[in-house]
């Protein structure tokens, strides 16, 4: 009797969970520890798995760029979380090309956007849409919604305190960049940063996070998220799987937005 009851509550349990996405849409986290980006792995990790068991899609991780060695189109997108192009070899450049072309979304995360040396891959510096140029200290700062229409900020306040390393741009690298968020520089010090470096900031115009249509796929890109604390934060989570569901499936903006930008 009591091996039958283990078995129903087995089953149950078993039942209660979605099937491992119901095959809603596949990602690939590529997430390479650095440096300096490094520690928030072991938080990020166990929380975005939570977030494909809670909106049922299936995830895959993993520490290094083997996957960019076999096939690439089984997923619908590949989130490069803090994990820069220039960890790619060459032939592994060519099948993130060749998947991007095929339809492929990319999400770049924060470290992501860096490419050393410039110049390097133009095409990846292409897709990521502007070049890093420097980043204060880690402050608090005043957050804006830019696009309210786009996922990646429908659980976000028209304003948004949050703390992170403010990263500085060069100008668009192409045409179609439609900016998601923005900080504003009144709110923290752009110029607060280590001694034998400058920084100026960007002034009004200083976004942080933008999606477009690139090469036949979909990208979208933010700046936010170096605090390891940034992985437990809901807010935060519900602005990554935002950015996410779109680059994977092209869908939750307007028709009129979308057709720019791969919907």
Known sequence: MKTLFA??????????????ADDQFRVLVVAVPNRYHHDYTVVAQPRLEQLARQHGFDLDWTWNTSPFDGELSS?????????PGDELRAA?????EDYVRAGGGVVAVHRALIFNPP???PWFERMIGRTFRIHPMVQTALVRVADPAFPATFALPARWTWSDEWYEFGPPLVDGLRTVLSVDERSYDPTRIWPG???????????????HAFDGGRVFVTAVGHPPAAYDDATYLAHLYGGIWWAA??????AD????AGD
Do not use: C, E, K
């Open 7 to 20: 078995a129903l509550v087995l089953w149950w349990l078993l039942a209660a969970v979605p099937a491992a």
């Open 75 to 83: 997923y619908d997108a590949i989130v490069l979380l803090n994990t």
């Open 92 to 96: 592994q450049r060519t099948a993130l």
């Open 119 to 121: 110049g390097d891959w």
């Open 197 to 211: 470096q400058v920084a100026r900031g960007m002034g009004a115009d200083h976004p942080v996070a933008w999606y």
């Open 249 to 254: 499936t092209g869908r939750g903006i307007d």
């Open 257 to 260: 937005a979308g057709a720019d």
